[in-house]
């Protein structure tokens, strides 16, 4: 479609019906809610004209009360605007509801991405072959963690889900009734969910959202490309789960843990089984079919509900062939369309349903390797070496038990040796690999090989990959020697040819960012993916990059398939793989037609890569070292920034970022490392990328790519950085995602801390580097305005922003109290607490 008929279709599906049904929305009868609905519009436009007219939010929260209440305590205040924000955080679910309901309208099977679009262009330029041929060896995977991004409780998802129906249908009754539930129900958990509770959320997705996108995206991609003689592999399309699994950083998630998740898991898959074969029952109702598939009902069932019976995918598919030799010999092949693709959806699922991961930190395996040879061995711990150690650990005969250790030891042991136990009942699909966080050196891979032998482990018996996580520049900087070191490192290089000669390896994008800034941790990245294809490939191994992307361009998030089209020819291109967190899921797959659309735009990106000739361009050594030249100049500019003395007291007096631990979202700490002086190396990046988003400053996503495009402006460079940007879709990406970021940025809310002697001077720092890279970027695109190319991204933006301006007024009122310490601290640090919930759900990619 183009731009106008897009804002056109727009207007009519989401920012009219959003004032239709936020109309009824206003007139329902909320407990100790009344009158919200008239005040509200009162305090948007005093925080509009306010900050039109440099007014602090302490001075338009006041003229609001002034002007328009008759209240005079503090207690009476502060209940008022408890009741804004719940009032809001309601209106941000009706938007959001609106919006995901027009999402097919708003999108075409034809658009850019698309599987069909694929298809048409394959076949206009006779590369269908060549498509087939790029399937055969690619795959796209989607993995699910549980980081604490998501702030709806799963009460209010599942009103989210039905609502958005309701709005699909225009059942103005239906949507009146879940618009009264939703008033009524508690938006806020009352105790910290636990990991199984993360997890159970988003199995929740698996089973109402994944099971049918995933099967009917393989029944399209089976009926486009699918010939005689090739079908779609079953796993061109996987998904992955770390919830329950991921313990890194989080105490909670314990070896029992971990197996109710690989069991809930493999049970959902089940459910999922038998509610589809009553389906297909009532129409496969044949003599000799369904005496089979009653069978196959019953053995589902017990699999389910009885403890130890299992039940392989192999043994149901077993089943499902006879069927099908039987429809097809004595039944003319009736509805076999029905069976095959039920058999389908067994071979993509198996009994795991998503593969669930292992991830621990480098420096707590180390630990517990410390405390196994002190017990364990006749070595001395304070004399020995690093190699010495490794040496021991990968040469014992000393095979663990797990009970003769105690606390974290114990459990990460049990955990291991629960591994075989997991991958018998799930299949070896349902657990195969262990990543290691800060895995900066050979060391920290092979202590995690050393540590399967001494808990027992064959050399035959292990079939985990081991995959390291570089996510620092320091741990990118040595990636390429690591790497080479295992690959020639014996014992190792064994393992990766049992493991079929792939070696899975993850960046970090997130830590990379916060570590790096923005345009240098891109840059690194991309640069550490080139050179670790080429040390693979020199070692006859396939690589595949895990990227641990969050929602926000600070985070490797933005626009996805931009991003992964935009990857040059020297970077390994057999698999596109990245995690998808807390809000994301929700808003980016978290209804079939979204996540159909955003499965499938990841699955073409890669393949248009390697079969299109215009795709895949790569960069120019004259264009390399200009990259290079821009990332070393932001880096600088940022490194600067995080070395000034106020970068961590600002985060902790002027922001929000003490309260995300306080916050019941999600189980895992929001620091590493234990309770004292907060030191930026122990930030975890979601509270710190969230923490500049709720201050709508945004620096990850910008600082320092505005200096750097100035300085070659300075030395009369300018064009060069245009002809990038013209010549390099990733440089391209780059700046488009930059741009995300800065307009969801709106300095005005905190203006008012350029007055502040201690923080005002770091401030205004923040605010002219974003003046500059506005203005910059806007110069270096030919764009009038931020996001000009995107205006239904924009359109949306706009009105969330609308939205939540009265919330960001409320948010910053409250944290001006607690710094002049007046009145309740209590009250005005729930008052900051609960408007995060608002901020961040309306931002949808903020964290």
């Known amino acids: 479609m183009q731009h106008e008929e897009q804002k056109e279709k727009f207007r009519q599906l989401v920012e009219n019906k959003f004032q239709i049904y936020n109309s009824l929305f206003m007139s329902l009868p909320y407990d100790k809610m009344t009158n919200i609905g008239m005040l509200l519009p009162f305090l948007y436009e005093e925080s509009k004209t ?100 998501q702030f709806y409780p799963n009460s209010v998802q599942r009103i989210l889900h039905d609502l958005r129906t309701a709005i699909i249908n225009n059942d103005v009754s239906e949507i009146d009734s879940l618009l009264q539930q939703l008033g009524k129900t508690p938006f806020v958990n009352k105790e910290k969910p636990t990991p ?82 009553k389906n297909l029952r009532r129409r496969l109702s044949f003599r000799g079919v369904s005496e089979i598939l009653e069978t196959l009902s019953h053995e589902l069932y017990d699999a389910i509900f009885k403890e130890n019976i299992l039940l392989p995918a192999e043994q149901i598919i077993g089943h499902l062939e006879k069927v099908q030799e039987i429809l097809v010999t004595k039944h003319n092949s009736l509805f076999k369309n029905l069976l095959d693709d039920y058999v389908d959806r067994v071979k993509i699922f198996g009994t795991h349903f998503a593969t669930l991961d292992i991830r621990q930190d480098s420096r707590i395996h180390q630990s517990i390797i410390d405390e196994i040879i002190e017990k364990k061995s006749n070595l001395d711990l304070a004399t020995i070496s690093g190699d010495e150690k490794l040496d021991w650990l990968l040469n014992t005969e000393v095979t663990i038990d797990p009970n003769d250790f ?39 891979v092979l202590n995690v090989y050393g540590l399967f032998r001494v808990c027992g482990y064959q050399i035959e018996d292990i079939h985990m990959d081991i995959v390291p996580l570089f996510e620092t520049m320091g741990g990118l900087d040595q990636a390429e020697s690591v790497m080479k070191e295992l690959y020639e490192f014996p014992l190792y290089r064994n393992h990766v040819a049992k493991r079929g000669n792939i070696q899975t390896i993850m960046l970090g994008f997130s830590d990379g960012t916060k570590d790096g800034g923005y345009l240098k941790a891109n840059w690194e990245i991309y640069e550490t993916k080139e050179q670790l294809s080429k040390i693979s490939a020199e070692y006859g191994v396939k690589v595949v990059f895990f990227d641990g992307r969050g929602g926000p361009p600070a985070r490797g998030g933005g626009k996805t398939h931009d991003f992964y089209a935009s990857q040059g020819k020297k970077i390994a291109n057999h698999k596109i793989e990245l995690t998808i967190q807390g809000q994301t899921i929700t808003s980016v797959f978290g209804n079939k037609a979204q996540a159909k ?15 299109f000739q215009n795709a895949k361009k790569d960069l120019t050594e004259d264009e390399r070292e200009l990259f290079k030249e821009l990332a070393n100049i932001s880096y600088q500019k940022y490194s600067d920034l995080k070395a000034h003395p106020m970068f961590v007291p600002y985060l902790q007096k002027m922001s929000t970022l003490e309260y995300y631990g306080k916050t ?74 930059s741009m995300m970021s800065m307009n969801k940025s709106y300095f005005p809310l905190t203006a008012y801390m350029q007055k502040n002697e201690k923080y005002g001077a770091f401030w205004t720092i923040l605010f002219e580097e974003f003046e500059l890279s506005k203005s910059m970027m806007l110069k270096l695109t030919g764009f009038t305005m931020l996001m000009e190319e995107e205006p239904l991204s924009r359109k949306s933006v706009k009105i969330r922003e609308k939205i939540v301006l009265p919330l960001l007024s409320i948010q910053q009122y409250a944290l001006i109290k607690i710094q002049k310490e007046e009145g309740s601290r209590e009250k005005y640090e729930k008052l900051v607490m609960r408007s995060l919930f608002g901020n961040i759900n309306a931002s949808r990619n903020s964290a």
């Open 196 to 277: 199984l509770d993360e997890a159970m959320s988003i199995i929740f997705y698996l089973r109402y959202v994944y099971y049918d996108t995933i099967g009917e995206l393989y029944k399209k991609l089976k009926s486009s490309f699918g010939t005689p003689d090739y079908i779609p592999a079953h796993d061109i399309v996987q998904l992955g789960f770390w919830p329950g699994g991921d313990r890194d950083g989080n105490p909670f998630v314990t070896a029992d843990i971990t197996k109710q998740v690989a069991e809930e898991l493999r049970i959902s898959i089940l459910k999922s089984y038998y509610e589809h074969l």
């Open 664 to 737: 019941n979202i999600g189980s895992r700490p929001t620091k590493r490392g234990a309770e004292g002086e907060l030191k930026f190396e122990d930030l975890r990046a979601i509270p710190f990328v969230g923490s500049w988003s709720q201050l709508k400053q945004n620096v990850p996503g910008f600082f320092g790519f505005g200096f750097a495009l100035k300085e070659l402006q300075n030395q009369n460079r300018f064009q060069e950085v245009i002809d990038l940007y013209k010549g390099s879709d990733f440089f391209r990406t780059l700046v488009l995602n």
């Open 50 to 149: 306010g900050y039109e007219q440099g007014k602090s939010p302490e001075e338009i929260v006041e003229e609001f009360f002034s002007k328009h209440t008759e209240l005079k305590t503090e207690d009476q205040k502060t209940e008022l605007l408890f009741k804004i924000i719940q009032y809001i955080e309601r209106q941000v679910v009706l938007f959001d509801s609106i919006e995901d309901a027009a999402f097919s309208e708003l999108h075409s099977e034809g658009d850019t991405g698309t599987v069909s679009q694929l298809h048409e262009r394959a076949t206009q330029e006779h590369l269908l072959d060549a498509a087939r041929e790029k399937m055969k060896d690619f795959s796209a995977k989607v993995v699910f963690t549980a980081h604490p991004t």
């Open 597 to 611: 659309f955003n499965f499938e735009q990841l699955l073409t990106a890669g393949i248009e890569n390697d079969v």
């Open 406 to 444: 105690q606390n974290l030891t114990k459990d990460t042991l049990q955990n291991i040796i629960n591994v075989k136990e997991i991958q018998k009942r799930n299949g070896e699909r349902g657990m195969n690999r262990y990543i290691i966080s800060n895995a900066e050196h050979i060391k920290e």
